[in-house]
């Protein structure tokens, strides 16, 4: 209050200066709503991202499983083959090449699964790795 007992008086406000910064609040307003909008599809899309890395790792579990049990079969089959051979070469003393044959091809398909055992071993290690990196 003054002396004389009057009320400051407030400056005059321009009407566009309102206006404008009316205008801007809103553009802010928007920004932030996109925002969030953008965010929540990044988490939705985060989430189905971790489903997909998740059931892919099941599936190469299962398929892991499923060709190691056949490589067990196949490796019993090639013992067996190599029992049979060597009864087969008892019996029939001319088959000594063969049997050495089937021998070394016995030992390659041997070697064969075992790298291929390591081989999916690493894989599997690159898809966890790379699930671990996406979360």
């Given at each position: 209050?003054?002396?004389?007992?009057?009320?400051?008086?407030?400056?005059?406000?321009?009407?566009?200066?309102?206006?404008?910064?009316?205008?801007?609040?809103?553009?802010?307003?928007?920004?932030?709503?996109?925002?969030?909008?953008?965010?929540?599809?990044?988490?939705?899309?985060?989430?189905?991202?971790?489903?997909?890395v998740i059931s892919l790792g099941a599936r190469v579990t299962q398929v892991g499983t499923e060709?190691?049990?056949?490589?067990?079969?196949?490796?019993?089959?090639?013992?067996?083959?190599?029992?049979?051979?060597?009864?087969?070469?008892?019996?029939?003393g001319d088959l000594p090449e063969q049997v050495e044959a089937v021998r070394s091809?016995?030992?390659?398909?041997?070697?064969?699964?075992?790298?291929?055992?390591?081989?999916?071993?690493?894989?599997?290690?690159?898809?966890?790795?790379?699930?671990?990196?996406?979360?």
């Amino acid at each position: 209050m003054g002396l004389f007992k009057r009320t400051p008086k407030t400056p005059p406000v321009d009407p566009a200066e309102v206006a404008e910064l009316r205008q801007r609040i809103d553009e802010l307003q928007q920004l932030v709503r996109d925002m969030s909008n953008a965010d929540d599809v990044r988490d939705q899309r985060v989430a189905e991202l971790d489903g997909k890395v998740i059931s892919l790792g099941a599936r190469v579990t299962q398929v892991g499983t499923e060709v190691t049990h056949q490589l067990t079969e196949l490796s019993g089959d090639i013992d067996k083959l190599g029992t049979r051979t060597d009864e087969i070469a008892a019996t029939v003393g001319d088959l000594p090449e063969q049997v050495e044959a089937v021998r070394s091809d016995q030992a390659r398909l041997a070697n064969e699964q075992a790298r291929y055992e390591i081989r999916f071993s690493q894989d599997l290690a690159e898809v966890a790795d790379i699930a671990m990196k996406k979360r």
